[in-house]
């Protein structure tokens, strides 16, 4: 009996850290609508291309060995606020791709629209911190800082732990190698 009280509080944690995990995800967004809107056209890219792992080769490119660990929806922390997108965690890299494509001015004047893209070598990361919001626990984020001292802030993950407990792996297996 204790077993089975032990499993079902188990999997209520895990629900409800799942749910918070969306509603985290979706407050930040602009609007309900919108960033619904987004999420399903982000889904219908993804079976357009054919997957995450071809969604990833295809924005990233994939060096000899690497192999594509985890993927997450998150937002990355910018001066102009939170960008929605992809968080890829491989054996050599960790990178980012938003949603959506973002305008830019050109140096000559033209608005051009990509994506934003953030791609950091594992072997360049100096740590990668937790944190939470005080008042408000269910708000995690994810401080990755490189060895030339940026930082990025990854925030609004559906499931924060599995993403930061794959990041710590990748990082771990790159900075203490196995030897054969």
Not at 1 to 17: I, P, Q
Not at 86 to 113: D, M
Not at 116 to 143: D, F, G, T
């Amino acid at each position: 009996m204790n077993s089975m009280n032990y499993r079902m509080n188990n999997n209520r944690k895990k629900a409800d850290n799942f749910v918070d995990g969306v509603r985290e995800h979706v407050r930040l967004g602009l609007k309900f609508s919108e960033t619904v809107k987004g999420k399903l056209s982000l889904g219908a890219r993804i079976l357009q291309i054919g997957g995450v792992k071809r969604v990833f080769r295809q924005n990233f490119g994939v060096r000899e060995g690497e192999k594509l660990l985890k993927v997450s929806q998150c937002y990355l922390s910018t001066t102009a606020g939170p960008i929605a997108g992809l968080l890829f965690i491989s054996t050599q890299r960790v990178a980012f791709c938003s949603e959506r494509s973002i305008k830019f001015s050109s140096p000559n004047g033209e608005l051009v629209r990509i994506h934003y893209k953030v791609s950091i070598p594992l072997r360049k990361i100096k740590r990668a911190n937790q944190s939470e919001n005080v008042q408000k626990p269910s708000q995690k984020y994810m401080e990755i800082v490189t060895v030339d001292n940026f930082d990025f802030w990854f925030m609004g993950f559906l499931n924060y732990q599995k993403a930061f407990s794959y990041l710590r792996q990748a990082i771990s297996q790159v900075q203490n190698p196995v030897q054969k």
